[in-house]
Nanobody
Framework: QVQLVESGGGLVQPGGSLRLSCAAS????????MAWYRQPPGKGRDVVAT???????NYVDSVKGRFTISRDNARNTMYLRMNSLKPEDTAVYYC??????????WGQGTQVTVSS
């Protein structure tokens, strides 16, 4: 049973930065494209960024140039560096496999709140 644990969220002022971490037990990282997702208050969960097994990242337009996704396959860990944060980035952030059939049970997520 794969477990996903997200951490690193918090309250930050607009323009600030955070780095999120995703630690996985089990083999979900092996060969899979992984992704960060977010769920704003009252809305559904959507993908923010993906990263292939060889480290190629892709981003939704709203975070391009501000967020950087990375992974450490040896440590089964993935990161999301978030710079120039905006109030609209406020959400619970989750990690999981990008492909539906490869996904594990969702973790608890980590809350990111951008507010002055």
């Amino acid at each position: 049973q794969v477990q996903l644990v997200e951490s690193g969220g918090g309250l930050v002022q607009p323009g600030g930065s955070l780095r999120l971490s995703c630690a996985a037990s089990g083999s979900i990282f092996s060969g899979n494209t992984m992704a960060w997702y977010r769920q704003p208050p009252g809305k559904g969960r959507d993908v923010v960024a993906t990263i292939t097994s060889d480290g190629t990242g892709n981003y939704v337009d709203s975070v391009k140039g501000r967020f950087t996704i990375s992974r450490d396959n040896a440590r089964n860990t993935m990161y999301l560096r978030m710079n120039s944060l905006k109030p609209e980035d406020t959400a619970v952030y989750y990690c999981n496999a990008a492909k539906y059939s490869a996904r594990a049970t969702w973790g608890q997520g980590t809350q990111v709140t951008v507010s002055s």
